[in-house]
């Protein structure tokens, strides 16, 4: 214990009560004490005399023992009375704490009344033992019962529950009482005193067990929820109204609904007009008296402007006196008015429901309609929605439909797990399923792939995209087979279908044909690395094998050879039979050299009469046993053509491939020397390229060539001819194209095949260029052509990077005051490939000042539609090659059709060359190609004789 200030003041106030008790103690001790010495003392006077100084030793020694003792009480008596005082203290200190704590629980049982009071709840308390109930007067007056007046024990609680209601709720008194439950909870109905059914939530507790832990002592609560239990019924009774219809029949359920369940004369649902929102456009109306129909009326003036400007509004009385002008109040004969504004879900009112009654609203009544009445107009407002997202995915679903009714691709949707669920026209055509029979297939029976899909499968697609949620683009070369075996070729991508959660729903298949394209980029595939003509590689794959060759041989430290061959009197075959013979003649030379060489060699077709061969670990005399048999097999081989017969021959380079090899272009010139060094010797003959004749054998040949080409142009031997570009469908036959001719000391002409490459090797060829530029264009001057002729000359690659020729075009066009648009500049597609950047610039700028451009030979090199979209040509001129056996061979028909089309999809006029027959021209125009060129039309004439026929009007 502990010295409180409390405890202090008790002692003291104990110890003023009680010190005279203790005073009147101290003196009865020493009268006891000093009775006792006196009998000592007499005592002692009895004492014989003879003993007398013994006894007066012993009289000092009681009194001393009289004093301890004296003493000795005194403190015993002090320790008990401190011992009592502090024993009534710790009493007083219990009792006083216990009021505290009464006081305390008193308070706390005062707020808790307030609570009960507060809360409008009614209290009971029952003791189970003796069966007595007490009841508080809120819970007699929840039943309408006065004070004190209802039966106080359990049978009479018990008599008053709802008969459907009173199993239930003792089931639930009796879990709880044999503690199965935490406590009494429920909600049920009970009679009152006017004998009507009420509805209450009962709440109870038991609060006291016996010893035996059996319940004597419960309590509770019961509060009275008829209003809510009345709210929950009528929205049950709208909702079973309403619940399973949409649209207008939701609408008029509703008004009908909310009409019976608040029997209120009239219920009106209506929209806003978008465009005028003074208009309200009735969803639903409903007269209980006469269901009348409701027209489109005005919001101004209307109790409906308060409610969509306010929310909710009502008006309980008077109503047709505020708003005298509303016709519809009159013949309603309305007097209250209880609306709400519909809401979309961003908060803009889009209509309202509206309640009117021909008298005034019971209370019990506007508090009901104010509790249900912004639920329905919210349900009202989500339908309102529901259905305005509906026409509008109805309408987007009937586009999306069209949309993919239309388009070219096949469509193909299905599951999370590949079913399909949707199929598109084009995909039934390409599948060969209906889609009433491909619904619930797997994609994988429907697009059944081939087995030599070996760079992707479309089901390997699939599931990728489902696993991972992410588009896959493009399947690599797959194939399909349809229900009738045939097989196609297709392109596709898949993406996944997500639903506003981000959830994998399915995928989107799309997928094309492109059995043409892909058949069409094989044939281009291969004429990118073959001669359409022999068959044989071509100059560009020939020098991809030829660099692989290289490093080859540096890696490995062996030596391959490279021969190089052109064929003797082939010039002399083409002219004199034409290109058709000559395209023969190649052909069978082709297979001849063919038959020479092994398996593992490479013969290619490098360009006009000149092969290569690459022979794989051969030195340079295994590489000249090779050239001899070449050489031995063109000599035996005769020509024959239409009766005649020819002799050809052939020259051979030939260049030892070896670690110290530099690259490809080395070899080739090396090659290329060699050829010609054969061809000077006396031709059918093999020369074999060393370093030690590299020097003179091309002094040679470029002063032989050059010298020739230069003393031609300062003589004037080059002659200049035209040949006619015919129009196939209009008639008009105002086209020329500028050829050259090399007139020899015999007269005779040399064709620009012969001399023209050698000029483009050791460049010569610009002012030969210049030369044909300015001789066409003084003789147009001088002739005075008629207008719209049209005039093509050839320009090759190195002339297109000689800036110096694009002034000289420029000058002498302005000097003369040439109409431009009357030439045009012809560039063969591999000269414009090869010089791109430069060509692209020579083409642009002088196209601006009104000269045209025609792309010649296309289709002969490595054709490329990328490049040719970037250049601004007017003319594709189809290589003759594909022209010529266009009508036997359906691959050559395919690559002019293909050429023609694409031009004319660039907006570019296509032209025909190697005509050379009736039928390729009537073919040709069945294609659709715009202009044709060939023998079969006319030859080449002296431009001179062009000019003065086309001024007399002849052709």
């Known amino acids: 214990m502990t010295n409180s200030p409390a405890r202090k003041s008790g002692i003291l106030a104990l110890i003023k009560r009680h010190w005279k008790g203790y005073l009147w103690r101290i003196v009865l001790s020493v009268t006891v004490v000093l009775i006792m010495a006196l009998g000592q003392h007499l005592w002692v006077l009895a004492i014989p005399l003879q003993q007398l100084k013994l006894h007066i030793f012993f009289i000092p ?6 004093i301890g003792f004296f003493y000795t009480t005194i403190r015993l008596m002090q320790d008990e009375q401190k011992k009592q005082y502090l024993e009534l203290v710790d009493k007083e200190a219990r009792l006083l704490n216990e009021i505290r704590q009464r006081k305390k629980h008193e308070r706390k049982e005062q707020r808790l009344s307030y609570a009960i009071n507060a809360s409008q709840d009614g209290l009971w308390d029952w003791n189970i033992k003796t069966d007595k109930v007490y009841y508080s007067p809120r819970w007699e007056q929840i039943l309408g019962y006065e004070e004190h007046s209802v039966a106080r024990n359990l049978d009479s609680w018990r008599s008053s529950l709802h008969p ?30 006017a004998g009507d059914w009420i509805w209450v939530q009962g709440r109870g ?73 003074d208009l309200l456009k009735p969803l639903a109306a409903w007269d209980s008296q006469f269901n009348e129909k409701c027209g489109n009326c005005s919001v101004s003036g209307t109790p409906c402007e308060l409610t969509v400007s306010e929310g909710e509004h009502y008006i309980k009385s008077d109503l047709r006196s505020l708003f005298p002008q509303d016709e519809m109040l009159k013949r309603l004969d309305a007097e209250s008015y209880m609306g709400v504004a519909m809401k979309d879900h961003g908060g803009e009112v889009i209509g309202v429901l509206v309640l009117v009654d021909s008298h005034k609203a019971p209370a019990w009544k506007t508090a009901l309609a104010r509790a249900i009445l912004p639920v329905f107009a919210a349900r009202a407002s ?65 697009c059944k792939e081939n087995d030599s899909n070996e760079n992707g499968s479309l089901q390997e697609a699939v599931e990728k995209c489902l696993s ?19 097989v196609s070729d297709i392109e596709s991508s898949i993406s996944p279908i997500k639903n506003s959660k981000n959830q994998l729903l399915g995928v989107v298949v799309v997928f094309r044909d492109v059995s043409d394209t892909r058949e069409m980029a094989r044939q ?30 540096k890696q490995e430290n062996k030596n391959n050879a490279l021969l190089y061959i052109d064929l003797d009197q082939f010039k002399v075959v083409n002219d004199t039979c034409g290109h058709t013979a000559g395209d023969e003649l190649l052909r069978q030379v082709t297979l001849i050299i063919s038959d ?22 051969c030195d340079a005399s295994v590489a000249q ?103 196939l469908h209009n008639g008009s036959n105002s086209h020329f194209e500028i050829l050259s001719r090399m007139r020899q000391e015999d007269g005779s002409f040399i064709l620009p095949g012969s001399f023209i490459p050698a000029a483009e090797r050791y460049d010569v060829i610009v002012d030969i260029d210049k030369y044909v530029v300015e001789n066409v264009f003084t003789q147009v001057y001088e002739k005075k052509i008629p207008d719209g002729t049209m005039l093509s000359i050839n320009i090759s690659g190195n002339s297109i990077c000689d800036k110096s020729f694009m002034r000289f075009i420029l000058e002498q066009a302005a000097d003369l005051k040439l109409d431009t648009s009357n030439f045009c500049f012809e560039i063969t597609e591999t000269a414009a490939i090869a010089n791109f950047t430069e060509a692209l610039k020579f083409i642009e700028k002088l196209h601006k000042v009104g000269f045209q451009f025609s792309l010649d030979d296309f289709g002969s090199g490595v054709s490329s539609f990328g490049y040719l979209k970037q250049l601004p040509i007017d003319y594709l001129k189809i290589d003759g090659f594909f022209v010529k056996d266009m009508v036997s061979d359906p691959i050559d028909a395919a690559m002019v059709s293909a050429i023609n089309e694409i031009g004319h999809k660039m907006g570019i006029k296509t032209i025909a060359e190697f005509v050379e027959s009736e039928e390729i021209l009537q073919e040709l125009r069945k294609l659709g190609v715009n202009y044709a060129q060939g023998y079969h039309i006319n030859e080449p004439r002296p431009l001179s004789d062009v000019f003065d026929a086309a001024r007399a009007g002849l052709h």
Request: proline share 1%; with cysteine; glycine share 6%.
């Open 205 to 277: 507790q038991v609060v006291e067990f016996d010893d035996s832990g059996a319940p004597i002592r419960a309590v509770g609560t019961m509060t009275d929820i008829s209003d809510r239990k009345r709210i929950e019924s009528a929205l049950q009774s709208l909702l079973a109204g309403t619940s399973d219809s949409i649209g207008v029949d939701f609408f008029k359920r509703l008004a009908h609904t909310l009409s019976d369940v608040l029997r209120t004369r009239f219920v009106l649902l209506a929209k806003l007009d978008e465009s005028n929102r």
């Open 524 to 553: 281009m595939s291969w004429q990118a690395t073959h001669d359409s003509l022999t068959g044989l590689v071509n100059r560009r794959e020939f020098e991809l094998q030829l660099q692989q060759l290289i490093k080859i041989a």
């Open 164 to 193: 459907d209601d009173a199993k239930r709720v003792l089931d639930v008194l009796e879990l709880h009482l044999f503690g199965q439950s935490p406590r009494f909870f429920d909600e049920f109905r009970l009679r009152n005193a």
């Open 61 to 66: 020694m009681l009194v001393g023992a009289g």
């Open 596 to 617: 020479t060489t092994r398996q593992a060699d490479t013969l290619a077709r490098l360009g006009g009469d000149e092969f290569g061969v690459l022979l794989r670990g």
């Open 468 to 486: 991972s949620g992410h588009s896959v683009l493009g399947t690599g070369n797959i194939s399909i087979t349809d229900l009738q075996g045939k």
């Open 382 to 446: 989500a339908e309102l929605e529901r259905q305005s997202i509906h026409d509008q995915l109805i309408n987007e679903k009937e586009r999306a439909q069209v949309t993919l009714h239309s388009i070219a691709d096949a469509v193909i949707t299905t599951d999370s797990n590949g079913y399909i669920n949707y199929m598109n026209p084009v995909a039934e055509k390409l599948t060969g399923w209906s889609m009433s029979q491909s619904i619930g297939k797997h994609l994988n029976e429907v």
């Open 625 to 727: 046993t090779t050239a001899k048999k070449i050489i031995q097999a063109v000599q035996d081989f005769r020509f024959a053509w239409e009766g005649k017969f020819f002799h050809v021959g052939a020259s051979v380079g030939v260049v030892e491939i070896t670690p110290e090899t530099e690259n490809i272009n080395t070899v080739m010139k090396e090659a290329d020397i060699a050829c010609y060094a054969a061809k000077d010797q006396g031709r059918n003959r093999i020369h074999v390229y060393t370093k030690d004749d590299i020097f003179l054998e091309q002094r040679q040949v470029e002063m032989h060539w050059a010298t020739r080409v230069k003393h031609a142009i300062e003589k004037k031997e080059i002659i200049l001819f035209a040949q006619e570009i015919v129009s």
